[in-house]
């Protein structure tokens, strides 16, 4: 190797040694920024559709407590009108209310409100509609609105079933 190449390694290792270690203490902060910002927005992308599916998914539950409590409320012939609040005591164990606030998740619908009416004859040939009426609050309605956006505190999920029991009498 020349003396020229010697010259020109030694003042190009010169220049550039110091801009590559001010290049490494600099990026470490600078990829812990742009991770922390860009997992906190694939947070919230991916938790969107996780809480509706949550939403749907509470639905659903409310649909089939309410179908429970119409079956079993249809069948029997001394049953009345009757409402509570969830969690329902256990003095309303082995009715329709019971079976239906079971099959409620009291986590996913707080506070939730289950009705059960009677429409028709005193004992036979009744229809019974189990009525079950909560608010689902939205983990991202929450976020919205930590943030300023004017976004309602919760959703409300009506869930009614109406069933005929023809061979009561």
């Known amino acids: 190797m020349g003396t020229k190449a010697v010259v020109w390694n030694r003042v190009?290792?010169?220049?550039?040694?110091?801009r590559q270690l001010e290049f490494r203490s600099t990026a470490k902060g600078q990829a812990l920024v742009e991770f922390t910002l860009a997992f906190i927005l694939?947070?919230?992308v991916a938790w969107i559709p996780a809480d509706f599916g949550l939403a749907f998914y509470?639905?659903?539950?409310?649909?089939?407590?309410s179908?429970?409590?119409a079956r079993i409320a249809a069948a029997d012939k001394t049953l009345v009108?009757?409402?509570?609040?969830?969690?329902?005591s256990s003095a309303t164990a082995g009715t329709a209310l019971k079976a239906a606030a079971d099959r409620m998740s009291q986590a996913l619908l707080?506070?939730?409100?289950?009705?059960?009416?009677?429409?028709g004859g005193t004992t036979c040939d009744?229809?019974?509609?189990?009525?079950?009426?909560?608010?689902?609050?939205f983990f991202f309605y929450r976020v919205l609105r930590l943030i300023g956006g004017n976004v309602p505190a919760s959703a409300?999920?009506?869930?009614?079933?109406?069933?005929?029991?023809?061979?009561?009498?």
């Open 67 to 69: 179908r429970e409590g």
């Open 126 to 137: 009744r229809l019974v509609t189990v009525t079950i009426t909560g608010n689902y609050n």
């Open 12 to 18: 190009l290792d010169r220049l550039c040694l110091p």
């Open 156 to 169: 409300p999920i009506n869930r009614s079933t109406s069933m005929r029991w023809e061979h009561q009498c």
């Open 81 to 88: 009108s009757a409402n509570c609040d969830m969690p329902c």
């Open 110 to 119: 707080p506070g939730a409100h289950i009705d059960v009416t009677l429409q």
């Open 58 to 65: 509470t639905g659903q539950l409310a649909q089939n407590a």
């Open 42 to 44: 694939l947070l919230i």
